[in-house]
């Protein structure tokens, strides 16, 4: 029953737990949903509810002195939002993802999802973050359970053929440019480099550093003995024929491995000769004996007859 259970959670099937909760970490019905939300207590990543305002908020593509507003002037305004907070997020550790939900719906509007490279640091970003303001409004923060934004996303959106706009009930993530995504999360790739390009070699000691370069001499010496031993016998008449008439040649080869069934068969022959030679060395060891009691039983009826004369 529990592994059923936990096959089920987070899907439609679950009849207890909200599945919109558990893959976008929010969901339509709020708290008058007839399914529990259950807040995870430590998570990787942290909802910041409804703190994105698009300046087309009320009218999509209209400010709101009801003139239009260039596309432009939107995706600069969303990324300069976007680098702000990813600055101020960067001072609590490493960011593996930060998406902004594009969506229109009460309850996605806005949404801000942080997913830090480990729990502790997403910890420690809610933990500064509560209490505080930003744009003169409170930050709303908590632990989401969303870990995987693949299957939070909406796919459609994804290809331009979303037919329920912005009140879809799935993610329409807000996407901003190369050139901004290559300077924000570059930081991190360069940083992960250098730490694979330092070599622990020049933290060697003198004695290791030389110890090893005299060990390579040396095995640069045996590679070049070794192929020039192997080019002098390729170029023998005999390997270009693909046959050696030298009977050591079969002793040079490797010795083929014995299967499994033969090593106990042998094993088994060891400990029977084993054994029998104990075996022998104490029948030996009896006899041996046997035969020094006879010579000084014989000895000792030798000396009283010869008393009795």
Known sequence: MAEHLASIFGTEKDRVNCPFYFKIGACRHGDRCSRLHTKP????????????????????????????????????????????????????????SLNICDNLADHMVGNVYVQFREEEQAANALKNLTGRFYAGRPIIVDFSPVTDFREATCRQYEENVCNRGGYCNFMHLKKISRELRRQLFG??????????????????SHEERSHRSHSRKYDERDHYYESRSRRNRSTSPEHRRGRSRSPGSRRDRSPVRDGSEERRARIEQWNREKEQAELANRTNADSNYKNESNENGSAQNQDQYYNQQ
Do not use: C
């Open 41 to 96: 207590s430590i998570s990787p990543t942290i909802l910041l509810s409804n703190m994105y305002q698009r300046p087309d908020s009320i009218t999509p593509g209209v400010d709101a002195q009801g003139q239009p507003i260039d596309p432009r002037k939107i995706q600069e305004h969303f990324e300069d939002f976007y680098e702000d907070l990813f600055e101020e997020l960067n001072k609590y550790g490493e960011i593996e």
């Open 187 to 204: 930081r991190y790739r360069r940083r992960h480099s250098r730490s694979r390009s330092r070599s622990p070699y020049r933290h060697r």
